[in-house]
């Protein structure tokens, strides 16, 4: 399901929520600053992964 940007996501899908307060600092900061490039757990998974890809 699609929504209109990452607090909407958040609000409606509380296992997108856990998963997001779960990820690091940095993660969280960098999606919060662009929260309409995320509209559903699908896109917020793989925006987590590309930023930490270069953690492991």
Same mark, same amino acid.
């Given at each position: 399901?699609?929504?209109?940007?990452?607090?909407?996501?958040?609000?409606?899908?509380? /296992?997108?929520?856990?998963?997001?307060?779960?990820?690091?600092?940095?993660?969280? /900061?960098?999606?919060?600053?662009?929260?309409?490039?995320?509209?559903?757990?699908?896109?917020?998974?793989?925006?987590? /992964?590309?930023?930490?890809?270069?953690?492991?």
């Amino acid at each position: 399901m699609k929504y209109p940007d990452l607090n909407a996501l958040l609000a409606a899908q509380p /296992e997108a929520a856990a998963y997001f307060r779960s990820l690091p600092d940095y993660v969280r /900061e960098q999606i919060n600053s662009r929260p309409g490039g995320v509209n559903s757990f699908e896109s917020l998974k793989d925006y987590a /992964e590309n930023l930490t890809r270069g953690d492991g």
